[in-house]
DNA sequence: CTGTTAGCGCGTTCAG
DNA sequence: CTGAACGCGCTAACAG
C-alpha cells in the first residue's frame, strides 16, 4: 500500500521483499506455472502490496515490443476517422495496446515525418489511411516486420492489407434506389477523381445507369475535394440550369453540409421538390427532418476488420488476402420519394 | 542508405562505423556543442548514411522520460473533445511529444484502468476531462511529478490546474441576448446539474433574467443528459403546453440535433415562430439555413489553453493558478429574432 | 574534447 | 524449481 521509498516500486523491490531472485519474482509474475504454485502467490501478494507496476519501457526494450500501435488518419472531423480512432482504441486497449494518434492532415510530409517517429517508437503495429506520397517507407515497415493495415484508401505503391468501403457496390445501389424511384436525371456529387473512393463511387453511378439504359450525362456530375463547399458549388452547377435533376446524389460527404445549405437557399423542400441521398451515416442525417436516406459505407464494420486483420498479424498469421471489402448498405428514410414529374 | 546488417541500425553501429566511442557519438547526435564541430558533422553524416534512429524506449529507460502524453477523453463525438484530439496532437508533436488517445466513456472503472496503463507506460504528462470519480489516482500522479491537466471539467477532488469553459459567462451572455431581442420566457434546455458545465450554465440563465428583473420559472428548464434524447424531450416539456417559450436556449450541445428535429416535427419554423440558440459551436450550425446561432464555449482556445499549461509544466514550471476559464463568445447568426409577441 | 564505466528495469539464457 | 549473470540501446557520470 504506502510507498517504501519514494520512487515507484520496482521488480527488483519485490524481489528484495520477497526474499527471491528478480529471476524468480519475474517468473512469478509472469505467471506460466514456471515457479511453484506456492511463491508464486506469495509474489504476486507482495507485488500487488508494494504497488508494483512493470515498467513498459524496460519490458519493451528487452522484447522488442512497445505494446504501442500507431493510428494515422487525416483528421478527426470525418465521422469514418472517429469510428475508426474510437473502435481501434478500444479494442486494441482491450488486447493490451496502447494507441498513438498522429494527424497528418493528408499531407505527405506530415505523414513521413509521422511514420519515422512511429518508427523510433517501435510501435508493434501501424493503422493507417493513407496519403499515397509514402508508400515505400510503408511498405519496408511492413516487410522488416512491422504489421500495416492500410484502411478507407489503397496506396497504390506500398501493398498493404487494405479495408476498403465496397464504394461501386454502394454507389450502385445508391443510384439504382433512385432509379427505382422513376428518377431518370440523377445529379452526383462526388469526390475528388484522383481518390479511389472518387473513381468508385463514379463507376458503380454509370454503372447503375448503364444497366437501367439510361445514358451518361457528364453535365450532371460535379467532382470537387471533400469539404461542405464542394456541396455548395455543386447545387450551383446542377441545380441552376434549365433542367435540373429531380435527384441528387451526394457521394461526397463532407460535402453533404453544403448541399442542404445549397437547396434551403433555393427554397428547394426534400423529397418534395428533390430527392436526396447521401453517403456515410452521421447521426445528424437520422436526427434531420425529412431524416436523410443514405448508402451507409460501413465505417463501424470497417475499423472492426482493420483492428481483425491488425491483431492477425500481430500474433503471427500472415494475411492471406490483401484487400478486404466493407458491404455498403442502403438505409432509407424519408429523403427520397418516387419521382412524380413525367 | 542500404541496410549493412537486417536489424535497424543503433548507435553502437554509428560509432563503430566512425570509429569513436558511443558516448562520442551520443554527444555528437545531440548537438550540444559537446564535441568538436569536425566529428559531430562527421557522425551525423554517418548517422544519416546508416539511417540511424534513436530507440526511443532505451533512451526512455534511462532518461526516465518517454516523451508520451496521455490524452483521456471520454468520446470523440463530442465537438470540443475532437478539437481538443486535434489540437493537442499537432502541438505536442511539434514539441516532441506523441499522443496516447484513451477514451473512457465517462465511466470510472475504465477511466481508472487507463491511469493505471499510461503509468505503466511512464507518460511525461496527462490532459484528462475527468470522470471526476478517480480524483485521488490523479492527484497522486500529479503529486508526483507527473504533470497532470484537467480540462472541461473540475475534478472536485483532485486539485489539478483546471482549464474550463466561462459557462457562467457564456450563458449569462446567451440569455441576455435573447432577452435583449425582447424575449420574457425564455426555455432552457440544459445537461445534468451533476456536472460542473450543467450548474454552471444554469446559474447563468438565472442571473441573466435576474438583472432583466424577471422572475425564475423552474417549469422552463429541461435538465437532462448529453444526448439527443434529452432535446426531443425537452421539446415535448417545453413546448407542448398552453404557454410556450418565444426562445429556446439550448445549453446541451448534443441534445440540440433532437431540438432541432423537436421543432420540424412541431412545423415550427426557426426564428418565425420560436428563437434558438445553442451551445458550443459546429460546423452544422453555420451551413445549416437558417443558421444557428451559438455561444461558442471555445473549445479551440481551450485546447490551446491546456496544451500551453501542459508544455510549461513538462519544462519545469509550476502552474501560477490552478483555474483557467477560457472566454465564451456570442456568435450571432440568422436563427434569433425580436419578439413579436406582446 | 574524447573514451571508459556504470547503470536504467526487465526477460532470458545457463547452471545448480 | 530457483539463482546468477548477461544484455536490450542509450545517457551520464568520471577520468584522461
Known sequence: MSSPSNRAATLRDVALAAK?????????????????????????????????????LARGLKTRSSRLIGLVVHNLANASFRALAEIAQQRLRAEGYQVLLCITADEAVQEA????????????????CPTGDNGSLLSDLDKSG???IG???????????????ADPEGAFAGTRHLLALGHKRIGLIVGRQETTSGRERLAGYRRALQEAGISFDPSLVHAGRYAPET????????????????A???????SSLGVLRGLAERNLIVPDDIS????????GFEWQRPAISVVDSGAEAMAHLATDRLLQRLRGSSGTSNEYR?????????????????
Open 20 to 56: 527471491v531472485a528478480v529471476s524468480t519474482a519475474s517468473r512469478a509474475l509472469a505467471g506460466g506455472g514456471l515457479t511453484s504454485r506456492a511463491t508464486e502467490q506469495r509474489i504476486q501478494r507482495i507485488a500487488a502490496e508494494l504497488g508494483y507496476r512493470p515498467n513498459t
Open 113 to 128: 515525418e509521422t511514420l519515422n517517429t512511429l518508427m523510433d517508437q517501435r510501435v508493434d503495429g501501424l493503422i493507417i
Open 151 to 165: 484502411v478507407i484508401r489503397r496506396d497504390e505503391e506500398a501493398l498493404l492489407e487494405t479495408v476498403l468501403a
Open 276 to 283: 436526396l441521398l447521401c453517403y456515410e451515416d452521421v447521426p
Open 248 to 254: 441528387l446524389f451526394v457521394a461526397n460527404h463532407e
Open 146 to 148: 512491422t504489421p500495416v
Open 231 to 246: 456541396g455548395l458549388a455543386g447545387c450551383a452547377a446542377l441545380l441552376d440550369r434549365a433542367d435540373p435533376p429531380s
Open 326 to 342: 466493407v458491404g455498403a448498405k442502403l438505409i432509407e428514410r424519408q429523403s427520397c420519394r418516387q419521382f412524380a414529374g413525367t
